[in-house]
C-alpha cells in the first residue's frame, strides 16, 4: 500500500471527535429514560384504563394516573438527553442510538408486563448493538454552524422545503382519512403519525439546540426571530407525538410498537437530516455504504423483535383461550393486546 493511499484512509477515518463523545453519551443516557419510560407509561395506562375510558378510544384518563406521570417525567429526561446530544453530533449518530432503548423496552415488557421475548427477539437486541457499534465508528464529524440563522437557511432550500411539505400531507391525510378507520386495528397508522411528525421535530430540536450551544458560548442567539420559531415548532410536534404515542402504547403491545415506531421514526429522520445538514457530503462512499450496512443490522434485529412476538403469540393462543376467564377486569390478555380485537385478528 503506497503512502498516499494510507494517508487518504487517515483522513477519512479520523476517530471519533470530542463532540461526536459527548453526543454517544448524551444519546445513550436519552436511551435507557426514553426505554424505561415505555414500560411505566404502559403500566399507568392500563392501570387508568381499567377505570376509565382507554387512551386508545380517545379517553385522557391516564392524566389522573401518578403512575404514567413518572413514565411521562422519565421519558421528558430522557429527551432533554437527547436535545443536548443533537447539539452536539449530527442526527445520523444520534437517532440510531435509539435502538438501546428497544432493547430497554424489550426487556423490562418482559419482565414487568410479562410480554413474552424469544430467543430469536434477544438475537435482535444484539443485532441493534452490533448496527449502532458500526454507525458510531463511521458517523460523519458535526457540521460547524456559527448562528441559527444558518440553520434556517439550511431548513428553507426548495429540498428540505418539499420533504417537509410531502410529510405534512401525508400527516393530514393519516389524521383525516386513516385513524377514524383503522388505527384501533392497524400499528402503522398510529406509529406513521409519531414518525413523520418526528422527523420534522428532530430537525427543529437540533436547530434549537445549535442556537443554545452557541448562546452559552456567548454568540447569543436569542435575539433572531429562526430561533423562536424553531422553539414553536418543536411544541407543536412533541405534544402531537405524545398524543398519538400514547394511542399506540394503550392499543398494541408494547414490544411491537417499540421497534415498529424506531424503524420510522430513525429512518425518516436520517432521510431528513441527509437532506437538510447535508451529512453525507463530508463522507466518501465507504464510510456512506458502512453507515447503511449498520442501519440495515438494526433495522434485521428490530425484525427479528416483531416476528417473535408474532411466534410467540402463536405458540401461546391455547393457553390465552385458557386464561382469558381471569382477564376481564381489565379487558387485556397476558400479552398487552385488547382481547376484542385478538379475537378478530386470530385467523379460524
Keep these: 500500500m503506497d503512502e498516499s493511499s494510507v494517508g487518504s484512509w487517515r483522513d477519512s477515518y479520523r476517530g471519533v471527535s470530542s463532540d461526536n463523545v459527548k453526543g454517544l453519551v448524551l444519546a445513550l443516557s436519552s436511551s435507557f429514560f426514553i426505554g424505561a ?3 411505566v407509561k404502559k403500566k399507568g395506562l392500563k392501570k387508568a384504563g381499567s377505570s376509565g375510558v382507554r387512551a386508545g378510544v380517545g379517553g385522557y384518563s391516564y392524566l389522573y394516573e401518578p403512575l404514567w406521570w413518572v413514565g411521562m417525567i422519565a421519558m421528558i429526561v430522557g429527551e432533554i438527553a437527547n436535545f443536548a446530544a443533537y447539539a452536539f453530533a449530527p442526527a445520523i449518530l444520534v437517532t440510531p442510538l435509539g435502538a438501546l432503548s428497544i432493547i430497554i423496552s424489550a426487556a423490562l415488557a418482559h419482565i414487568i408486563l410479562r410480554e413474552r421475548l424469544h430467543i430469536f427477539g434477544m438475537l435482535g437486541c444484539v443485532l441493534c448493538v452490533v448496527g449502532s457499534t458500526t454507525i458510531v465508528l ?12 444558518e440553520v434556517w437557511d439550511l431548513a428553507t432550500e426548495p429540498a428540505f422545503l418539499l420533504y417537509a411539505a410531502l410529510v405534512l400531507v401525508a400527516v393530514f391525510v393519516l389524521v383525516v382519512q386513516f385513524v377514524p378507520e383503522y388505527g384501533q386495528t ?4 398510529y406509529i406513521g403519525v ?4 418526528g422527523s420534522l421535530s428532530v430537525m427543529s430540536v437540533k436547530a434549537l439546540g445549535i442556537a443554545l450551544k452557541l448562546t452559552f458560548e456567548g454568540m447569543n442567539q436569542l435575539i433572531y426571530p429562526q430561533t423562536w ?3 414553536m415548532i418543536v411544541l407543536v410536534c412533541v405534544i402531537t407525538q405524545m398524543n398519538y404515542l400514547n394511542k ?3 392499543t398494541f403491545n408494547t414490544a411491537v410498537v417499540s421497534p415498529i415506531y424506531y424503524v420510522m421514526f430513525t429512518s425518516l429522520t436520517i432521510l431528513a437530516s441527509v437532506i437538510m445538514f447535508k451529512d453525507w457530503d463530508r463522507q466518501n462512499p465507504t464510510q456512506i455504504v458502512t453507515e ?3 442501519f440495515v443490522t438494526i433495522l434485521s434485529g428490530t425484525f427479528l423483535l416483531h416476528k417473535t412476538k408474532d411466534a410467540v403469540d402463536g405458540s401461546s393462543g391455547s393457553i390465552q383461550m385458557r386464561m382469558s376467564k381471569h382477564s376481564d377486569e381489565n379487558a387485556y390478555d397476558p400479552e398487552g393486546m385488547p382481547l376484542r380485537r385478538q379475537d378478530n385478528m386470530r385467523p379460524s
Design 37 to 39: 419510560s415505555f414500560i
Design 138 to 149: 463511521h458517523a460523519p464529524q458535526e457540521r460547524v454552524i456559527e448562528s441559527v440563522a
Design 186 to 189: 392497524h400499528v402503522m397508522v
Design 194 to 197: 409519531c414518525s413523520l411528525v
Design 229 to 231: 420559531i424553531f422553539t
Design 248 to 250: 399506540a402504547l394503550d
Design 292 to 294: 447503511i450496512c449498520g
